[in-house]
């Protein structure tokens, strides 16, 4: 086995072990569970199983592209820019959420002040 493959194996499993982590803390939700499990399974795969890496060549040369870096690149740039946009959504949303919030409390606050009007001094 080639060194890079079993960093690749090692790191793998790691944030395979973080992930898993970070579901029974209940900070992902199943659905993202899924996909970076699928994703660190693959990674632990091309480290530890060359026939995996055999297929992965003929799925490249089905798709059209020379080599398999190719595949993973495009694939993973498409994956980064799906992912950017799922948390500029959830970003955007958040921000909403707090502007609502902010407003429901600084009317209660008035509303509050209307009934009981402080002295100035």
């Excluded at 080639?2 to 992902?28: D, H, K, Q």
């Excluded at 091309?46 to 026939?51: A, D, E, K, L, R």
């Excluded at 992965?56 to 993973?72: E, N, Y």
Aim: charged fraction near 15%; aromatic fraction near 10%.
């Amino acid at each position: 086995m080639e060194p890079y493959a079993i960093a690749a194996a090692i790191f793998g499993a790691t944030m395979l072990v973080f992930t898993t982590l970070e579901l029974r803390r209940r900070r992902i939700s199943l659905i993202q569970y899924i996909f970076w499990m699928v994703l660190w399974l693959a990674q632990i795969l091309i480290g530890t199983v060359p026939q995996f890496y055999s297929a992965l060549l003929l799925a490249t040369g089905a798709l059209g592209m020379s080599t398999p870096i190719h595949f993973v690149t495009t694939f993973s740039v498409l994956i980064l820019f799906t992912l950017v946009y799922l948390l500029g959504k959830r970003i955007a949303d958040l921000d909403e959420k707090i502007s609502l919030i902010v407003q429901h409390v600084a009317l209660r606050d008035a509303k509050a002040e209307a009934k009981n009007p402080k002295k100035e001094k």
